[in-house]
């Protein structure tokens, strides 16, 4: 709680997440080198790039799933430090959805749903089922309500996953890769989900392939390769006359140009 | 009918043959017939037979080989006095008591060593497992270690062990250890106060159940409170300070007695206090100790199989670590953990039948005594085999349904 | 408590950070609070266990020489000297001394066909030979009787070949029983999916003495008068029966594991049951259980030192049977520690070898 209001003035205006110089190593390799960005409020991020491109590596360090060692991560107002509380905070300002979905196996969608509203956000069961159900009708899933992750389908399974981090709340939204782990048809459904968010004016931070949703979504386009961002452009411009010979080779594979 | 009168097959009776004539034909159908169903009953009717066969001619050998041998069938004798005096009972029991009541000594034995040495092996287990887990190299060499040394040493002989190592290495009674004033160590065993029976003591027993009572009341109410106004009360400091605070307070308004029985030399023996015997101590010593390997493996095995998504998605959502630990992990792998764990609680059981090595009596050992003292071995190993076997039926049952009604909850 | 799951921590190694001995000690250490407490605990607990034991067993212990030298350190150090004044006994048991070349003989016999049955290049027919062979050979050895040797019956026998003669047997007697008891448990016949189970779930729910005690004292009464087997036999039948019932369940789980495809893709190929068995079921069952059979060898191979209790002096028996000398009862310990040695060794590189088998199955999986 504290942290927020240490830098209100810059919380208003500037940049949501500012990430200066970031540097990350796994031992001895680079997964990271030199990474800046500024992400403003409700601005939608697509970031894409080849396989082991530091992708996920980014976005995870900026709720701090992973740890680095170089650089600042300021994400609205609050630094990213070795501070618990700091962290706490942002984890709480900032949801994400994997590709794997890890719903809690052992709870029913239901009580995923209210598990961090209950315990984080210190609210009355009651109240936190109301608000469950809503975010649930929200995904188009509420009559699933008492069941168990497991006897989803993998494209319900990422809906919830959503509407559990949106039960949080967050100012930004995480995703890494969420519809890689899905057959085609459910994909839709998802992307769907995720363009209602855009469309309410969502901080929203996307690795993903999906071109398509990228084009229509997407405010910018930051394009990785070998731990550095090497383009960023909006998507017209970024599709229409890629600078990078990387970038180029990049779209070629992904667009079977 | 000429041979089976004679030589080797005066064992078998007309029953026996009958029922070899059943398998003969049931094995001609089985094999001809092709039928599946028919098949799949001549089949049955094959090993019934011969399961029958085998059974009434062992059945017979037997009471004729007791008949020769002027031994008592039965279960008469466990009226009878035992004679034999045993070194420790949780009941009142002298050599003028009968077999019947040596063998609930016994039994009664079993289970004490059992439920202490599973409750011992438990807390050594469960913590090694975690700890085995650290991001601290020297903890989790020291963890894996301890694993790898108790494993793959038979339990028998880690009894002897112990049980050597307290009466080879231990001074004899006259010049017991005392590490602390009015605790002595010797190879007779370990001798340690107890305090005299008081008005106070007995109130801070009851006031000890009343203070787990109160605690588990006091979790519930928090939830339930919790549930109406999402407030978190710290239920675990409460719950502690209850189960400390209620018998303590007992115990103050009992009249804080303060007197202790404190063992002392007395000529050969100490008076005063109470002791552990070696025998109890080397096989509850050792079988916790060996079992702890294997629950410690089983814990690091169930913490391991959470996958790291599970808590990854607990951080992102700002849950805290104590959250992600008691809603998260634990739910999930105690399922994993509970099922081995459960067996390793009966192999513990089924272990402590070992104390007839080093003369803990337990149920094997008088038992054992029995046997030897009345020739009735097939009753005695009768008892022996269907007490254990009740007593793992019992366990498993239990351990199923509560493993079944985790389940539900999951899927 | 901090839930650290990541394994080995060596992967985050700080930027450019050179991997030096203290930024090793910092990184797996002293990298929190906790974990220098835990340390320092740790370093307690060493100081506290190791010099006490280095001094018993090593500086203040003897190694040569007589009684006398091991009187004289009785309570400081250790009798190696008990050993190597006993380790035939110990190692051999009762079996003549002029002799014991014969057990010896066995037990190299018996330990290279293990190994040689590890490697699963030599999972050919002829494997099956040489144990055939091994196996005539290595009774031989044991009874003689013939060429020249002279007869031992088997109540000379103990020590470490029998202990290995009791474990082996155990695995290799109890494994066709199993295999039935495993199928019966699964067959489609409720008769005898009852007794299988009936069996099965009677003797894992009794601890081993109480069989080992039934086979010393009630196969006796079992067999018809004049008919005797002698107490070694019967501890082998009593320790197979028991084996066969674990080793059952071991084959249930292979049987468990296999994809239902596979027996349908054999029903619809219109296979009996015991084809469909034979071929196709049994096969791959079988090579997914053997890291689990390793371990249940090892359970077996420690469980044969109960046989003591009935009186047979495997290795541990034996070594009892060293401390039974008055002068030499003090070092009992030294003696029991020995035992504890060669069965952390045996043990110890079975367990190694298991998890190896068990990489294997896991690296072919994912080809
Ligand atoms: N825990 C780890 N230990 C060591 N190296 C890692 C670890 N996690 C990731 N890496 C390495 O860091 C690099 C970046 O990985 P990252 O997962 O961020 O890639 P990505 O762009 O998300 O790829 P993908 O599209 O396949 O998901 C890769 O080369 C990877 O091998
Ligand atoms: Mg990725």
Redesign the pocket.
């Given at each position: 709680m504290s942290a927020a209001e240490h830098t209100p003035a810059e919380a208003a205006s500037g940049p949501i997440i500012r990430i200066e110089h970031l540097g990350k190593w796994?031992?001895r390799?680079q997964?990271l080198k030199d990474v800046n960005l500024a992400i403003a409020r409700k601005e939608r991020i697509v970031i894409c790039?080849?396989?082991?491109?530091?992708?996920?590596?980014?976005i995870?360090c900026i709720n701090k799933l992973e740890d680095y060692q170089e650089g600042t991560i300021v994400v609205d107002g609050v630094t990213l430090d070795e501070n618990v509380k700091n962290i706490e905070h942002i984890r709480r300002e900032v949801g994400m959805v994997f590709?794997q979905f890890n719903l809690f196996p052992h709870l029913t969608i239901l009580q995923n749903l209210t598990l961090a509203p209950v315990w984080v956000r210190k609210m009355p069961r009651k109240e936190a089922e109301a608000l469950a159900m809503r975010y649930l009708e929200r995904v188009q899933i509420a009559e699933q309500a008492g069941k168990f992750p497991g006897q989803l389908s993998g494209g319900q399974q990422q809906r919830v996953a959503i509407a559990r981090s949106l039960c949080m709340n967050p100012k930004i939204m995480l995703f890494?890769?969420p519809t890689s782990a899905l057959d085609p048809e459910m994909i839709k459904e998802v992307l769907e989900v995720m363009a209602g968010l855009a469309r309410e004016g969502m901080t929203m931070l996307v690795?993903t392939h999906e071109m398509g949703f990228a084009r229509e979504i997407a405010d910018r386009i930051v394009f990785?390769d070998k731990?550095e961002i090497v383009e960023q452009a909006p998507p017209k411009e970024f599709f229409a006359n890629p600078k990078s010979e990387r970038t180029k080779l990049f779209l070629s594979q992904i667009l079977g140009r | 009918m000429l041979p089976l009168t004679t030589g080797y097959f005066a064992g078998y009776q007309p029953m026996q043959v009958l029922f070899g004539l059943f398998a003969a034909a049931a094995l001609t159908g089985a094999i001809l017939i092709k039928d599946r169903n028919l098949k799949g009953m001549l089949w049955e009717a094959l090993a019934v037979s011969l399961i029958l066969m085998l059974g009434t001619y062992l059945a017979h050998n037997t009471i004729v080989n007791l008949a020769n041998r002027k031994i008592a069938t039965g279960f008469d004798f466990l009226d009878r006095e035992a004679r034999f005096e045993i070194s420790e009972s949780l009941i009142p029991y002298s050599a003028a008591s009968t077999y019947g009541r040596a063998m609930l000594v016994g039994f009664l034995n079993t289970l004490k060593v059992s439920i202490l040495g599973i409750i011992l092996a438990t807390i050594l287990g469960v913590g090694i497992g975690i700890l085995s887990l650290t991001r601290n190299w020297l903890v989790r060499q020291l963890a894996g270690g301890y694993v790898h040394f108790l494993r793959n040493i038979p339990v028998l002989l880690h009894i002897f062990l112990w049980y050597t190592a307290i009466t080879n290495l231990l001074p004899p009674l006259r010049q017991a250890l005392s590490p602390v004033p009015g605790i002595y160590l010797s190879q007779r065993g370990f001798f340690y106060p107890v305090p005299e029976p008081a008005t106070g003591w007995t109130a801070a027993l009851y006031g000890l159940i009343a203070g787990v009572v109160l605690a588990v009341a006091a979790t519930r109410v928090a939830r339930l409170r919790q549930d109406r106004t999402g407030e978190i009360l710290p239920t675990g400091l409460v719950a502690i300070l209850l189960v400390i605070g209620v018998p303590l307070i007992a115990w103050l308004v009992g009249g804080a007695p303060t007197a202790f029985s404190v063992p002392a030399l007395k000529g050969f023996n100490f008076e005063g206090g109470t002791s552990i015997s070696p025998e109890f101590f080397a096989v509850f010593g050792a079988l916790s100790v060996y079992t702890s390997a294997y629950i410690a493996e089983n814990t690091r095995a169930g913490i391991l199989a959470v996958s790291r998504g599970q808590i990854e998605a607990g951080r992102t959502l700002g849950l805290s670590e104590g959250v992600i630990l008691r809603q998260i992990i634990l739910p999930q792998a105690l399922r994993v953990i509970l099922p081995p764990t459960t067996n390793q609680y009966l192999n513990l059981t089924k272990n402590s039948s070992l104390s007839v090595a080093v003369g803990y009596p337990d149920l094997v050992s008088i038992s054992n005594t029995t046997l030897n003292q009345t020739g009735q071995a097939v009753e005695c190993i009768s008892i022996i085999m269907l007490v254990y076997l009740a007593t793992s039926l019992a366990t498993s049952a239990l351990m199923n349904w509560y493993n079944r009604s985790i389940k539900v909850v999951e899927r | 408590m901090a839930i650290e799951m990541t394994g080995p921590a060596t992967?985050a190694a700080p930027a450019g950070a050179p991997r030096d001995v203290i930024g090793w000690l910092r990184e797996n250490l002293f990298s929190s609070p906790l974990n220098s407490v835990l340390t320092l605990i740790s370093f307690g607990l060493i100081v506290l266990v190791v010099p006490p034991l280095v001094r018993w067993g090593i500086l203040n212990a003897v190694w040569t020489g007589g009684l006398e030298r091991c009187k004289a350190v009785q309570g400081t150090g250790a009798c190696w000297i008990f050993i190597a004044e006993k380790y035939r006994l110990i190692l051999f048991g009762l079996y003549p001394f002029k002799e014991q070349w014969r057990p010896l003989l066995m037990t190299v016999v018996l330990i290279a066909l293990l190994a040689a049955s590890m490697n699963r290049a030599f999972w050919r027919p002829w494997l099956g030979l040489a144990w055939l062979l091994g196996y005539l050979a290595m009774g031989i050895l044991m009874w003689g009787g013939i060429f020249g040797l002279a007869f031992e019956d088997t109540d000379k026998w103990g020590g470490l070949p029998l202990t290995l003669i009791l474990s082996v047997n155990a695995i290799a007697f109890s494994f066709p029983l199993a295999i039935a008891l495993a199928l019966g448990r699964r067959s489609d016949l409720p008769v005898i999916r009852m007794i299988c189970t009936g069996f099965i779930e009677l003797v894992r729910g009794v601890p081993l003495i109480s069989v080992l005690f039934m086979a010393s004292l009630m196969i006796p009464l079992f067999l018809p008068a004049g008919v005797d087997i002698n107490k070694l036999l019967r501890a082998q039948a009593g320790i197979i029966l028991f084996t066969g019932a674990y080793v059952a369940e071991v084959i249930r789980g292979g049987l468990q594991a296999l994809p239902k495809g596979q027996i349908e893709a054999a029903d619809s190929l219109g296979l009996g049951y015991w084809q469909k068995t034979g071929f196709v079921v049994l096969p791959q069952a079988l090579s997914l259980v053997i890291p689990p059979m390793v371990n249940s060898f090892i359970a077996t191979f420690k469980d044969t030192s109960l046989v003591i209790i009935i009186g047979l002096f495997d290795l541990f028996g034996s070594a009892r049977l060293a401390a039974n000398d008055p002068a030499w009862r003090p070092f009992y310990v030294e003696g029991l520690l020995f035992v504890a040695l060669i069965y952390f060794v045996s043990c110890f590189s079975l367990a190694r070898y298991s998890r190896y088998v068990e990489r294997l199955a896991r690296q072919g999986d994912q080809r």
């Open positions: 796994y031992g390799f997964a790039g080849p396989s082991g491109s530091g992708k996920s590596t980014l995870r590709q890494d890769e690795v990785m731990g | - | 992967m």
